[in-house]
């Protein structure tokens, strides 16, 4: 499978989200065949759960496998310290991100433990974001953990 197609995977997972009116981040874990594994997106506002984000919710949804080395995670944004430490965590080789222009994350820190990174530019997984944090601010800076003015 090529990134654009499995980035389609974590991109239609990022509009549910937002269509249900959380933070547009999706995610899929493929494997080398192209098999989709798994899928999942933020869901912190739709679970009120602070740890629901798009990585960690389509981890869950794949489940327990003895290993992930044989997988990709496709993921919409570039992942937060958590879903990053998740990624190295289980040894997952390879991450395809959608943009990095509205949120940096935490590359650097994977590349630095040996995961490949390969990040898209993908201008619908940019577009998406910006529109989301344009309409609604404080939930994006409640997302990323930005305390709001006293």
Not at 77 to 98: D, E, S
Not at 99 to 109: K, Q
Not at 112 to 122: I, K, P
Request: net charge negative; hydrophobic share 45%.
């Amino acid at each position: 499978m090529d990134d654009v197609a499995g980035m389609g995977f974590a991109l239609a997972e990022a509009q549910a989200s937002y269509d249900a009116g959380g933070v547009p981040v999706g995610a899929a874990l493929v494997g080398h065949d192209g098999s989709v594994v798994g899928v999942g997106h933020n869901r912190r506002v739709q679970d009120a759960n602070p740890l629901s984000h798009g990585e960690t919710q389509c981890m869950m949804n794949v489940g327990r496998r003895a290993s992930y080395a044989d997988l990709v995670m496709y993921t919409t944004l570039a992942p937060c310290m958590m879903c990053a430490g998740t990624i190295v965590q289980f040894g997952i080789p390879r991450v395809v991100v959608g943009e990095a222009a509205n949120f940096p994350g935490e590359l650097d820190f994977l590349r630095a433990r040996g995961v490949n990174v390969v990040v898209l530019d993908h201008k619908p997984c940019i577009e998406l974001m910006a529109k989301f944090i344009a309409e609604k601010p404080e939930l994006w800076n409640e997302d990323i953990g930005v305390a709001p003015d006293a």
